[in-house]
């Protein structure tokens, strides 16, 4: 590993919160309809989906505070703090003493959980604004995927909360969007380091 | 489109220890610790009945970022740790993990026996085509024209081709895997930890600091078009002809694994010393 300066970076600015929970009287005032066993399914699904939102948030994080990447590493920390109390609200919503294992062990076969970053993205003289820009991809994918769902041929109550979530994502990309205005956009050749590691003489 | 593991009760998290890895931010190796835990919980083995061995190297610091028992060993011989854990100790898993430069160059005899002996155990290389932890070398894999101040105008050696190698040397089941795809290397080290023999597993992991370049792997890896073979001809055309970016099983032969003759477990300390007096 070789040894690097502190990076100059953009200061971050106040940002407008992330939305941590759903309009719940929606959902939580309908009588209790009988849910078909895809619901469940579905919610475990989407548990697992946030969950690996908020592991993969948190390995960034760390990485950039090893880094000594502060301002990235700390927004990547709220990210996975939100992240983390969507899968609680699931968890609470759905009435489970915890999460399901099953959740916690999800495979997704094809790809990674449509919320969560790609491995590999990061740079370690990133920026806030580049990390905004990774998280609003993800929101963006979350949308298509509910999306997808809603409009499947899925039983009624989980086109419905399909339906909730994609609505919920797009919010999401929203506030990004919001929060990206107030970041201040890198210059290009933020990447260059006056110390690189390579060899260069 | 999905599926939960199967071990429903072992999380990957289980299996991550709280040391944190220090790899540059993009690096490969981090997805290669992820696939490991998850095919770890997928396989519903317990962290202290798994061994993880390795060399020198930036990947080979991966057994302490591991809740499992590890072994930080001589630059090279992560192989012959291995082998020698698993011949004792037949009961664990054993993972053997390390880099080109250390699995290919300087463990390069380990690796052809390690493939010879058949020992049950699985051998995963994070493959970057460079030696990163010394400032970018060139390692037995990297491209001969890979033009760097360390290798003027490339070194114009061949690079080495471990899969073809491992093939003629005996390998029981030979796979390419990326670290673009945590989930899919998951699922491959799952089938290499339970193919009987010895397993190898390379996994395309970009070095993000001294092959920037590596980073549009993502981008060219497909999956290999053709099922799996057990035909060691036809495996070996495959893997003489791939283009280096095919991912999946590309070998999985039917040689009987290696055993010893088991010798009972010592009974206590004073038995186990005698093992040893000359």
Same mark, same amino acid.
């Given at each position: 590993?070789?040894?690097?300066?502190?990076?100059?970076?953009?200061?971050?600015?106040?940002?407008?919160?992330?939305?941590?929970?759903?309009?719940?009287?929606?959902?939580?005032?309908? #009588?209790?309809?009988?849910?078909?066993?895809?619901?469940?399914?579905?919610?475990?699904?989407?548990?697992?989906?946030?969950?690996?939102?908020?592991?993969?948030?948190?390995?960034?994080?760390?990485?950039?505070?090893?880094?000594?990447?502060?301002? $990235?590493?700390?927004?990547?920390?709220?990210?996975?703090?939100?992240?983390?109390?969507?899968?609680?609200?699931?968890?609470?919503?759905?009435?489970?003493?915890? #999460? #399901?294992?099953?959740?916690?062990?999800?495979?997704?076969?094809?790809?990674?959980?449509?919320?969560?970053?790609?491995?590999?993205?990061?740079?370690?003289?990133?920026?806030?604004?580049?990390?905004?820009?990774?998280?609003?991809?993800?929101?963006?994918?979350?949308?298509?995927?509910?999306? =997808?769902?809603?409009?499947?041929?899925?039983?009624?109550? $989980?086109?419905?909360?399909?339906?909730?979530?994609?609505?919920?994502?797009?919010?999401?990309?929203? &506030?990004?969007?919001?929060?990206?205005?107030? $970041?201040?956009?890198?210059?290009?050749?933020?990447?260059?380091?006056?110390?690189?590691?390579?060899?260069?003489? | 489109?999905?599926?939960?593991?199967?071990?429903?009760?072992?999380?990957?998290?289980?299996?991550?220890?709280?040391?944190? #890895?220090?790899?540059?931010? =993009?690096?490969?190796?981090?997805?290669?610790?992820?696939?490991?835990?998850?095919?770890?919980?997928?396989?519903?083995?317990?962290?202290?009945?798994?061994?993880?061995?390795?060399?020198?190297?930036?990947?080979?610091?991966?057994?302490?970022?591991?809740?499992?028992?590890?072994?930080?060993?001589?630059? %090279?011989?992560? &192989?012959?740790?291995?082998?020698?854990?698993?011949?004792?100790?037949?009961?664990?898993?054993?993972?053997?993990?390390?880099?080109?430069?250390? =699995?290919?160059?300087?463990? %390069?005899?380990?690796?052809?026996?390690?493939?010879?002996?058949?020992?049950?155990?699985?051998?995963?290389?994070?493959?970057?085509?460079?030696?990163?932890?010394?400032?970018?070398?060139?390692?037995?894999?990297?491209?001969?024209?890979?033009?760097?101040?360390?290798?003027?105008?490339?070194?114009?050696?061949?690079?080495?081709?471990?899969?073809?190698?491992?093939?003629?040397?005996?390998?029981?089941?030979?796979?390419?895997?990326?670290?673009?795809?945590?989930?899919?290397?998951?699922?491959?080290?799952?089938?290499?930890?339970?193919?009987?023999?010895?397993?190898?597993?390379?996994?395309?992991?970009?070095?993000?600091?001294?092959?920037?370049?590596?980073?549009?792997?993502?981008?060219?890896?497909?999956?290999?078009?053709?099922?799996?073979?057990?035909?060691? %001809?036809?495996?070996?055309?495959?893997?003489?002809?791939?283009?280096?970016?095919?991912?999946?099983?590309?070998?999985?032969?039917?040689?009987?694994?290696?055993?010893?003759?088991?010798?009972?477990?010592?009974?206590?300390?004073?038995? &186990?010393?005698?093992?040893?007096?000359?």
């Amino acid at each position: 590993m070789s040894s690097r300066k502190k990076p100059a970076r953009g200061t971050a600015k106040p940002v407008p919160k992330k939305r941590t929970s759903r309009p719940a009287p929606k959902r939580a005032a309908k #009588p209790a309809a009988p849910r078909s066993g895809a619901y469940a399914d579905f919610m475990v699904q989407a548990y697992a989906m946030e969950n690996d939102a908020r592991d993969r948030y948190t390995e960034f994080a760390d990485q950039m505070e090893v880094h000594n990447n502060t301002a $990235v590493a700390q927004l990547f920390r709220k990210l996975a703090r939100i992240e983390g109390l969507h899968a609680t609200r699931i968890v609470r919503e759905m009435g489970w003493r915890k #999460p #399901p294992a099953a959740a916690e062990a999800w495979m997704w076969r094809q790809s990674e959980a449509p919320e969560s970053v790609p491995p590999g993205e990061l740079h370690y003289l990133m920026q806030p604004w580049h990390a905004l820009e990774l998280a609003l991809a993800c929101e963006q994918r979350a949308v298509r995927f509910f999306t =997808g769902i809603s409009g499947s041929t899925a039983p009624a109550d $989980v086109k419905r909360i399909a339906r909730e979530m994609a609505a919920e994502e797009r919010e999401h990309v929203q &506030l990004i969007r919001e929060w990206m205005k107030k $970041v201040e956009k890198p210059d290009p050749g933020w990447d260059r380091d006056p110390d690189p590691s390579l060899y260069s003489e | 489109m999905n599926a939960p593991a199967q071990a429903a009760q072992l999380t990957p998290q289980k299996f991550k220890s709280d040391v944190k #890895p220090v790899w540059c931010p =993009g690096c490969g190796d981090y997805t290669v610790l992820s696939s490991i835990t998850k095919a770890l919980a997928a396989l519903a083995v317990r962290p202290e009945n798994v061994a993880v061995v390795s060399g020198i190297g930036c990947s080979s610091r991966i057994p302490a970022y591991t809740t499992c028992y590890g072994f930080h060993g001589v630059h %090279g011989r992560a &192989l012959a740790a291995a082998t020698g854990l698993k011949v004792a100790r037949p009961d664990l898993t054993v993972i053997a993990a390390g880099g080109d430069g250390d =699995g290919y160059s300087i463990g %390069g005899n380990h690796f052809l026996h390690a493939c010879r002996r058949n020992v049950d155990l699985t051998y995963i290389v994070m493959d970057n085509r460079v030696y990163g932890m010394t400032k970018g070398q060139p390692s037995p894999t990297t491209e001969p024209d890979w033009d760097s101040k360390l290798s003027p105008q490339g070194t114009g050696l061949r690079e080495f081709h471990p899969l073809v190698i491992a093939l003629a040397s005996g390998a029981n089941f030979i796979a390419r895997a990326t670290s673009s795809d945590p989930n899919g290397t998951a699922e491959l080290i799952v089938q290499a930890v339970r193919h009987p023999g010895f397993s190898f597993i390379e996994v395309l992991s970009p070095c993000v600091t001294f092959r920037p370049e590596q980073r549009t792997w993502k981008d060219r890896v497909h999956p290999a078009p053709v099922a799996p073979t057990d035909d060691p %001809g036809r495996a070996a055309r495959r893997l003489m002809t791939d283009d280096g970016f095919n991912i999946g099983v590309l070998y999985a032969g039917h040689r009987k694994p290696y055993r010893t003759e088991q010798s009972a477990t010592p009974s206590s300390v004073a038995e &186990l010393e005698a093992e040893f007096i000359l």
